[in-house]
């Protein structure tokens, strides 16, 4: 089984910033995607950016310039800084990681999400 702990959501005033982590472990070979997702009230789960095992990244319209996506494969940990937050970045976050459980078995796993609210 493979187990994502997220962490690093919480209330923020507008233009501040804050830091998600997301920590892999269990029964891991290897890891491929990681990536951040959100979902806000009425809406549908959107990607904010990814990441791949070579290090290109991908960004949502929304949150370029102001959002980066890092991952530390050695303690298979995804983080999203996020700066200049406005009050639309207002959602539920999630990541979300694909890789190998073995040489012939792989895994897509959701995390359980973190709040992150941006407001006055």
């Known amino acids: 089984q493979v187990q994502l702990v997220e962490s690093g959501g919480g209330l923020v005033q507008p233009g501040g910033s804050l830091r998600l982590s997301c920590a892999a472990s269990?029964?891991?070979?290897?890891?491929?995607?990681m990536g951040w997702y959100r979902q806000a009230p009425g809406k549908e789960r959107e990607l904010v950016a990814d990441?791949?095992?070579?290090?290109?990244?991908n960004y949502a319209d929304s949150v370029k310039g102001r959002f980066t996506i890092s991952r530390d494969n050695a303690k298979k940990t995804v983080y999203l800084q996020m700066n200049s937050l406005k009050p639309e970045d207002t959602a539920m976050y999630y990541c979300?990681?694909?890789?190998?459980?073995?040489?012939?078995?792989?895994?897509?796993?959701w995390g359980q999400g973190t709040q992150v609210t941006v407001s006055s």
């Open positions: 979300k990681v694909d890789g190998r459980a073995t040489v012939f078995r792989s895994f897509d796993k």
């Open positions: 990441i791949t095992s070579g290090g290109s990244t």
């Open positions: 269990g029964n891991i070979f290897s890891i491929n995607n």
